[in-house]
């Protein structure tokens, strides 16, 4: 049985999918203008280790996460500029070249994580038709209005909008400091289309029935999940700060256009801090998984780092933290380096461990668990293995590739050589040696115990 911690209901609930053993996943992907920063990439670890949870537990995900290369503004109020806009400008490139741009730089540092490539990747550029059709469809049911800015969602005829936020709606509307765009009747009513700016031609902008001008951050989200999951399936997340705004307005504008609340399941990551406040772009105090690389960081010491923390804590980033992480991940890569293969998947730590992971995804006890058996005598150095690797298809820090490296005759014979020319004081033929070594993909370190051949 699988518990989550469901956030529509504050309560961990018993995982069962509509569809017997298929699951509808959506996770809100990244606005693609800048890099990721490690607290963003704490939210795709996060959903990577729910996903792979799954698996592990004999589901077929589908697994739905999208780029939002269009209308998310600067500020989440519906003023400001278009983030999108807003890099072209910083980079002298179009909007379209830094939405292809960022959306490489995610997919490398996804993949430097393990963090598994969904099953589908939709952009909201190319689902324009679809979120406008579903406007009408919110326009039908009497739930817009039209302003000088654009058509936006009538949060007062849902009787009960704001409830995954458990939002007190009078209570925004009374205490009136919330921004607000200009003709907005409420400030939880949000943009569904906004018009480009008169006498201003946008980059990204689209015809419509209503005039030109481009979609509201919310609603791809809504067309997107509804086009490629349906109008309700299992799980959906993000990261904290989507509970309050974003989806809550997935929420508003689905129960319009469907009758129905989108997701059953609706999960949030807590988020990364700095200096004990939020990491974000905006609060300019951010890394990204480049900065830890280039102090010599293992990408996968950051995937280490967040699988001692639950996912709905805090995480506090230090350096000394991820050098903890990176002398246990060291650590556990040179224990299993020396364990010798055939063994068989022990039985009691499996079951533990899906235990601790169906506990609503609770790694610092699975992390716990993995070194408590490494260090359990009762059980062989190679069913020990045979159990990591089988833990590592959830916690994803590539085990499997982890493998003494045999080191051929004649690399061997190449650094005896050299080091004999070195006791000969042949520093220059030496030298040519160690070329020759390094040409084949080896590499020399003249340590104290005397010279260490590595693969490079
Ligand atoms: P964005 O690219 O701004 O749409 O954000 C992408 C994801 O990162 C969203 O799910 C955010 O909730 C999440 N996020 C932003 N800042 C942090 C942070 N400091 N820690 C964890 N997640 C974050
Ligand atoms: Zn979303």
Redesign the pocket.
Known sequence: MIKLYNTLTRKKEEFQPINDKKVGLYC?????YWF??I??L???IFEDILRRSLEYNGFKVNHVMNY?DVG?LTSDADTGQDKMEEGAAREGKTAWEIADFYIKAFEKDAQALNILKPSVIPRATDHIEEQIELIKKIEKEGFTYKTDDGIYFDTSKLKDYGKLAMLDEKGIRAGARVEMAEGKKSPTDFALWKFSPSGVKRQMEWLSPWGVGFPGWHIECSAMSQKYLGEQFDIHC?????ISVHHTNEIAQSEAAFGKIPARFWLH?????IDSG????SEGNIFTLKTLVDKGFYPLTYRYLNLTAHYRSK?NFTWESLEAAQRALNNLYQTLIEFPDSGKIDENYKKEFQEVINDDLDTPKAMALVWKMIKDKKISDADKKATLLNFDKILGLGLEKIKKTEIPEEIKKLADERQNLRKEKKWGQADQIRKQIEGAGWQIEDTEQGPKIIKK
């Open positions: 809100c992907g990244p606005t693609v990721a920063h607290g963003n704490k939210s795709y939002t998310h993000g990261g904290i700060d989507h990551n807590e988020f990364l801090l939020k990491m974000g772009k995480l």
